[in-house]
């Protein structure tokens, strides 16, 4: 089965800052799509970022973007020139390809990030 | 574009008592997904529906029932309520047989089992 962990449970910046967030996964699979998930007070999980295993290029997404070692299975978030309304929960999420149509999201424990002014 | 809406935002239930939260799917969806997300915890998959049938399920026993309308709407359902039943639920539609379908996750259901 596979797992997915964020080692920092809690992270505080200064806003404008950078800041990176941690995850590693652990699968057998070659093929597999991971993403990057926020969920702010208001509870609905909001897709920040994705990235499929075959493509060597790290996605990219205005302000976000990722570090994706596939050997190490490691897929780190960077959010550069942090705003305020970047503070939520950040969840790392991990989907094998389609099995019988079924699109399996497996998440980690989340990472609560703070934009201090 | 009509996103994907869940009733009742919070509820509060009885340990044995039954549960029946809904989902509308975000319009051009097919295919619904559950999932139960216990305090200070990443959600975890419950089930997925595709043209009203159970496709995909992960570890939660038989008690965790669902339905699909023609509409692409769900319910999902929970028989004998346990205390640990207690979390947020969230429903997210995508496109079925899609890798690429991202999914639209709504604002979830808070049930508190007492």
């Known amino acids: 089965a596979q797992t997915v962990t964020q080692s920092q449970p809690e992270m505080s910046v200064q806003e404008a800052e950078t800041v990176t967030l941690s995850c590693t996964y652990d699968?057998?699979?070659?093929?597999?799509?991971l993403f990057w998930y926020k969920q702010p007070p208001s509870r609905q999980m909001i897709l920040v970022i994705r990235?499929?295993?075959?493509?060597?290029q790290n996605a990219t997404e205005n302000r976000f973007s990722v570090n994706f070692q596939k050997a190490a299975k490691s897929f780190s978030l960077k959010i550069s020139d942090s705003q305020l309304g970047d503070t939520a929960m950040y969840f790392c999420?991990?989907?094998?390809?389609?099995?019988?149509?079924?699109?399996?999201?497996?998440f980690g424990q989340g990472t609560r990030l703070t934009i201090n002014p | 574009e009509t996103g994907v809406t869940q009733s009742p935002t919070h509820l509060i239930k009885t340990r044995g008592q039954q549960v029946t939260l809904r989902c509308s799917s975000q319009?051009?969806?097919?295919?619904v997904s559950w999932y139960q997300q216990a305090l200070g915890q990443g959600p975890q998959f419950i089930f997925q529906?595709?043209?009203?049938?159970?496709?995909g399920r992960g570890n939660f026993p038989p008690r965790f029932s669902g339905l699909q309308f023609p509409n692409y709407s769900s319910e999902l359902n929970v028989n004998a309520l346990e205390l640990d039943d207690s979390a947020l639920y969230l429903c997210?539609?995508?496109?079925?047989?899609?890798?690429?379908?991202?999914?639209?996750f709504g604002n979830g259901t808070r049930l508190t089992v007492t």
């Open positions: 990235q499929e295993a075959y493509k060597q």
């Open positions: 999420a991990f989907m094998n390809p389609l099995v019988q149509g079924a699109q399996k999201l497996v």
């Open positions: 699968t057998s699979e070659n093929n597999y799509y």
């Open positions: 319009s051009g969806h097919n295919t």
């Open positions: 997210a539609s995508s496109l079925a047989w899609q890798d690429n379908s991202p999914l639209h």
């Open positions: 529906y595709y043209r009203e049938e159970e496709n």
